[in-house]
């Protein structure tokens, strides 16, 4: 059945869960979860408890979604931006750049990916870390494969080093890094250049 406008009820309920989600976003990239509520966000979106109800069970669960549509977006602007037939490390440094163009363009968005999903609630969570092992994922590319008996694992490196640039981008964007973005990434790059070169020298001592 469609209402008035012509839409079906799940049109509707599309419609307000992206009411809510576009609320959580300008509260949560703007004034921080910790300081906003269920009632905030209903305020915000214009809607009442039982439609927040309708789509997301907690707060958690609406910061955890509004983390999963940035990293979506974030991480297909950067494989986007990958050149096939480049070296490794080029193609690296170009899905650094545009990370860093998205986080330097989108505030809020910025802040919610990397600072208001860290010590938030489980959902948010296990959210934030399913978007560093995908871009763990996407980084252990740049890394030679190891000799068959090296103890040295591409993705484990690249762990830790998503870990280490997640925290240069979250330094850059609150201000305590003076670095414009192209001095950013090439700092970024340093860190990811000099693991791969060492796998390098490692994989041709065995």
Known sequence: MKDYRGLTAEQRRAERRRQLL?????????QGYAATSVRAVLRESGLNE????????SLDA??????????????FAAARSLELDAPPIVQIRHALVEMARFLEAEPL????????????????????????RAFAGLLATAFPQPAPDSPFQPRVLATGLVAAVNELFAAWI?????????????????????????????????
């Open 22 to 30: 576009d609320a959580g976003l300008r509260l949560f990239g703007g």
């Open 62 to 75: 609406l910061l955890a979604a509004v983390h999963d549509e940035i990293h979506a977006e974030m991480f």
């Open 50 to 57: 039982r439609y927040f109800a309708e789509s997301f069970a």
């Open 174 to 206: 609150d201000g305590g890094l003076t670095l414009g973005r192209d001095e950013l990434v090439d700092h970024a790059v340093v860190l990811v250049k000099a693991t791969a070169d060492r796998l390098t020298d490692l994989n041709a001592s065995h």
């Open 109 to 132: 968005k910025a802040r919610v990916k990397l600072v208001e999903v860290v010590g938030a609630g489980p959902l948010s969570q296990a959210s934030r870390q399913r978007g560093l």
